[in-house]
């Protein structure tokens, strides 16, 4: 089994954070306070509104990147 670094959690954050709202829908489907179509609709939209923000941070680190580049 390969060991994991702090890199590894970052460039998966993603993938980690809808396992954990998966998780956490099929916690309220269990209990009755969703229904599993409403389970079943609101994933892929969380998905992707999780890969949209991080889309946004990384476009957010590259342009500071550019303009504090170190000339050298």
Known sequence: MKTRNAKDYSNNWVQT???IVGL???IL????VLTPEHSV???PLIASTLGAVST???GVVALIGIFF???G
């Not at 489907?29 to 009755?32: A, E, I, S």
């Open 56 to 58: 946004a941070i990384a």
């Open 69 to 71: 580049k170190q000339s």
């Open 17 to 19: 954070v809808v396992a």
């Open 41 to 43: 609709e609101a994933q």
């Open 29 to 32: 489907v269990n209990l009755g």
């Open 24 to 26: 956490l829908f099929l």
